[in-house]
């Protein structure tokens, strides 16, 4: 892909390859994620991006939230404001909704939104049974965004209702520690993978284990993504064995391992999928990107050297497919411009078709009314002169002659 990227780091927006001294960063598409329309009618979203700060007298690091805007064009990235935290968050999961982002620190989770300005703020919102749950390494909302999950660092799993916050799944020792996490597109099934131990997918209705993913001697499930077009009922897994990475898929049907394809030499460290669930990206431990068009299992982009020399720690699509964002800790956070082929609606194809019968019918009677030279070729013997118009369209003034009986 032969297209500029937008870094930002410190004090400033680069699109050059300059050295970001931030540690610890990630980052995501916030407030829904979803684009609209600033003053400029160009299409923007915008970027939360969280670093680590200074260290403070008594050894803790503080934490600095920034919110980003981006322009979908002219593909640029700027600063909106700037919120200090007291602790450095580990993770955040973003509503699918308008509804904010939840981030988690230490000790527990606190929400944030955007306020009347698209500002960044923390939120009136306050998540009482989440305040002290202690450290969390994933957090997921489900599609829908009626569900919210968490996986601690403890490996107790948990699964509330938002945004009502009742627990609808309590599992203590779930896993030794979380990887990853994510909801099946109907909110029905949650995937979980570990560092060390197997993957494993939940019954939501049930509150209970269902499945345990297969797996080779050697193999570890980092990974997981559930398909997301609503017609394929597939759950995708990255898979590592010996320094080696490719992507698995599982039919969420039978649960039964359906095959696996490696797309990058290097191991997995990203993983996402797009909001219509047409595309997969994965990022490498050396800064390499791929984008996979899931229906032929190809690779439709590649971003060599994204981030060069780094691991990509997340990605993730816009919602409307045309920016990716990944983040690393050497790099922070890069949005990457896709050129995607735009989706047809089903009116436009209609009045494509009807457009296309109206210009071959007027190019019909064109070509008969003027083209008479295609008529006066030397006629045969048995060759007829040119017919009449009525001879093709009908004689609409003899009835008789309509009515073969």
């Known amino acids: 892909m032969a297209r500029r990227a937008r870094y930002q780091n410190k004090n400033q927006n680069m699109s050059s390859t300059d050295h970001n001294e931030f540690s610890g960063t990630f980052a995501a598409w916030i407030a829904g994620s979803k684009p609209t329309h600033g003053n400029d009618g160009d299409d923007v979203a915008h970027v939360l991006l969280g670093k680590a700060g200074d260290q403070g007298e008594d050894d ?34 973003v509503h699918p909704g308008e509804d904010g ?33 202690g450290p969390q390494k994933c957090l997921a909302f489900s599609a829908d965004g009626s569900k919210l999950a968490t996986g601690g660092e403890d490996g107790h799993l948990r699964i509330f209702e938002w945004p009502s916050l009742q627990v609808l799944l309590d599992q203590p020792k779930a896993h030794s520690s979380f990887k990853d996490l994510d909801f099946s597109l109907d909110s029905a099934f949650l995937a979980s993978t ?22 080779d001697q050697g193999e570890s499930i980092d990974f997981c993504r559930f398909s997301r077009d609503g017609t394929k009922p597939f759950l995708f897994c990255t ?27 290097n191991p997995i460290t990203a993983f996402g999928i797009s909001r219509n669930g ?76 009807l457009t296309m019968v109206l210009i071959s019918v007027i190019l019909f009677y064109i070509f008969f009314e003027h083209s008479d030279s295609f008529w006066n070729f030397p006629l045969g013997r048995k060759q007829p002169a040119r017919p009449p118009i009525e001879a093709i369209l009908g004689d609409p003034v003899s009835s008789d002659d309509q009515n073969i009986w």
């Not at 494993?200 to 797996?215: F, G, N, S, Y």
């Not at 431990?285 to 996979?292: L, V």
């Not at 050497?330 to 047809?344: H, L, S, T």
């Open 101 to 133: 982002v939840i981030l988690a620190f230490s000790k527990g989770c606190k929400f944030f939104e955007l306020d009347g300005n698209s500002k960044l703020k923390v939120s009136d919102i306050v998540l009482s049974p989440m305040q002290e749950i």
């Open 60 to 93: 803790r690091r503080t934490a600095i939230l920034q919110l980003l805007r981006y322009n979908f064009k002219p593909d640029s990235l700027s600063e909106v404001n700037v919120l200090p935290e007291e602790d450095v968050p580990v993770c955040m999961a």
């Open 239 to 265: 898979v590592t064995k010996g320094g080696k990475s490719r992507i698995a898929v599982w039919d969420i049907t039978t649960w039964r391992k359906l095959g696996g394809k490696k797309f990058l030499d």
């Open 194 to 215: 570990s560092n060390d131990g197997p993957a494993r997918v939940w019954d939501i209705i049930k509150a209970a284990p269902l499945a345990t993913l297969t797996r």
């Open 278 to 353: 047409k595309f997969i990206s994965i990022g490498s431990t050396k800064g390499d990107i791929s984008i996979i068009d899931v229906r032929q299992m190809q690779v439709q982009h590649s971003i060599k050297r994204a981030h060069p020399g780094a691991v990509i720690t997340s990605i993730e699509f816009a919602s409307n497919g045309r920016a990716l964002l990944s983040v690393s800790p050497e790099w922070a956070a890069r949005v990457n411009p896709i050129p995607c082929e735009r989706d047809w609606k089903d009116w436009e194809i209609y009045l494509l078709l």
